[in-house]
């Protein structure tokens, strides 16, 4: 395209030349009485020709649109000099040289704010992408979880909130691996982020791009799964996620074996903010735990709510319950 643009001009310049070297013939060597009554209008074309060169081809335009004035000057000059009689023809060359210098210092005045403006345009564009991939590995790092890989308490209270502000029915369902504290303590830390990091792996495949599963704490996770669903239909899945957590993994070069237990918030019914969800299905999961553990409990059906009252699902430092 740049190529196309600066043969263009080429041809402009060219072409403006040639007109203007013709006039300045047909007005000077070539004068007749006939064109003689039109001086003033081929003189008017002179100085159009020369607008024209400037306003085109910037730099070149205006020194070839220079050069020709000159030519026109020395001729005009000349013939009024053999003829002495001054005529307009004289001085018109040097007015046009004058008005054009002006446009062209115009017009390269234009161009220097234009690049300076396009320059800090580039500038603040470069910023703003500097500062957008920053704050993209900020909410990457705010919103995954660094040992397993899958969302963080953050994002996870985020979407509940999301889902509620949308009035979705959704079910909130929170997990927490019976004994994981035994592990720990008998193979290391090291087993049990292995272990973690297969049970989290494992959840998120049952998610796919369902649902939504975050590890919300230590051994536990969270899953939300959006839509209007039947007891039956919430259990059956549960039931599935159960049955994976039970099936033995080898972590470390060590076999475990584990169990994990259940709590289910429903929205609406069981509360209508993050905060509150949360901490019903904590309360349902302190249940299922206390009635055997590796099994399932709705909130709605805890006994006793107070009784397993934690701290506020917001606190991620603290823990919400003995680890068993």
Known sequence: MNEKNKSLRIAGLVICAVVYLVVA?????????????????????????????????????????????????????????????????VVIPIITIISITVIYFNIRQNQQQKAELSE???????????????????????????????????????????????????????????????????????????A??????????????????????????????????????????????RIMFSKQITAQLTSLSVTASFGIALFPSDGNNAETLLDNAIIATYNAKATGKDRACFFAKTANPSVYAPQSAYAPESKYYPTE
Do not use: W
């Open 25 to 89: 013939i047909i007005i000077g060597p070539l004068k007749t009485e006939a064109t003689e009554a039109y001086n003033g209008v081929f003189a008017q074309i002179q100085v159009l020709v020369s607008v024209i060169l400037v306003s085109t081809n910037y730099s070149k335009g205006y020194i070839a649109a220079c050069i020709l004035n000159a030519y026109s000057f020395v001729s005009s000059l000349t013939s009024a000099l053999k003829s002495h009689h001054m005529t307009p023809g």
């Open 120 to 194: 800090q345009y580039e500038k603040i564009m470069d910023s703003n992408r500097i500062m957008q991939e920053k704050d993209e590995a900020l909410r990457a790092i705010l919103y995954t979880d660094r040992l397993t890989g899958l969302y963080s308490m953050q994002y996870f209270q985020e979407k509940i909130e999301e889902a509620v502000r949308l009035n979705m029915h959704f079910a909130m369902v929170y997990i927490d691996i019976d004994n994981f504290k035994t592990i720990n303590d008998t193979f290391g830390p090291k087993t049990g982020d292995a």
């Open 196 to 241: 973690l990091k297969i049970y989290a792996d494992r959840v998120k495949s049952f998610c796919g791009r369902k649902y939504i599963c975050a590890r919300v704490n230590g051994d536990e996770f969270g899953i939300l799964m959006a839509g209007e669903q039947t007891e039956a239909d919430i259990l059956n899945m549960v039931e599935q996620l």
